[in-house]
């Protein structure tokens, strides 16, 4: 990820609420140099489109989110609560900040549609470090793949699936933890 000097961040930080409060299509660029507090000029030297803007919010928002994911994962805590506070950290960074918003779908397809390469890569590193935990976990005998004839990889690409999934039923933050937390009970009870 490129670095972004403190302007550029402090641009992305005054974006986020607007982009909530008005979705992509009708914020504009001038609601976001108003909430910058910055002439319209100023932000074109930072970023020539609105696109550019998210799409840099995007990388900076999942960058950050897999580095919260990696300490979740590394912290203390069986492997479940490791699991379960690293998910957590996956919603905080990059599902929560839209999901309040009335525009959420719409932001979730923009960033999809501008940012798919990142969110891509992100979902696939998110993978690769579930599956190095439960690896470990699995190596360690604290949990048993071999009755569910699966590997990590199978089971961290189902923890994302079941995250994703869980993200487009219906309901607020808290039906959305509440599923996650189910989730995590019943992978407890499957691999324990």
Known sequence: MIELDAKSNHILDAALPVFVRHGFRKASMA????????????????FGSKEELFRAGSTRAHASTLRNVE????????IFSRIENAIAAFH???????????DAVELFEVNMALAKDITL?????????LAQALAD?????VIALDRLNSEPVDIANVIVAAMDGIKHAPGDG???EAGMQLFM????AAIS
């Open 71 to 78: 300490a979740a994962l590394e912290g203390k805590g069986d």
């Open 185 to 188: 009970r019943l992978l407890r």
């Open 31 to 46: 609601d976001i140099a108003r909430a910058a507090k910055i002439s319209r000029a100023s932000l074109y030297l930072s």
């Open 174 to 176: 808290a039906k959305l």
């Open 137 to 141: 976990a699995q190596a360690a005998r």
């Open 121 to 129: 890569a992100a979902r696939a590193t998110l993978v690769e470090r």
């Open 92 to 102: 905080r960074g990059l599902i929560a900040p839209f999901a309040a918003s009335p």
